[in-house]
Nanobody, 115 residues
Framework: QVQLVESGGGLVQPGGSLRLSCAASGLMFRINAMSWYRQAPGKERELVATITSSSSTNYADSVKGRFTISRTNARNTVYLQMNSLKPEDTAVYYC?????????WGQGTQVTVSS
């Protein structure tokens, strides 16, 4: 049974930083691509960043240069370092992976950027 558990969200002022973590279990983590998505109120869920099994990365244009996705295979954990946060980054952030043809999601962690 695949489980994804996010942590690290919270309230931060504009220009601040947060690091999100996603602990995965029930899959061969080291061979799986992992992604972060986010969903703001009234908006569709959008892809933020992806990291492949070989640690290649891809980012949404809106976060390039500010966010960094990384992984630690020994801990089955993927991270999202978010710097220079803006109010428009406010959203629920979700960890995602596809394993054996199924799409798996974490429960989400709230990030609020506000002064």
């Amino acid at each position: 049974q695949v489980q994804l558990v996010e942590s690290g969200g919270g309230l931060v002022q504009p220009g601040g930083s947060l690091r999100l973590s996603c602990a995965a279990s029930g899959l061969m983590f080291r061979i799986n691509a992992m992604s972060w998505y986010r969903q703001a109120p009234g908006k569709e869920r959008e892809l933020v960043a992806t990291i492949t099994s070989s640690s290649s990365t891809n980012y949404a244009d809106s976060v390039k240069g500010r966010f960094t996705i990384s992984r630690t295979n020994a801990r089955n954990t993927v991270y999202l370092q978010m710097n220079s946060l803006k109010p428009e980054d406010t959203a629920v952030y979700y960890c995602n992976t596809i394993w054996t043809g199924y799409d798996y999601w974490g429960q989400g962690t709230q990030v609020t950027v506000s002064s």
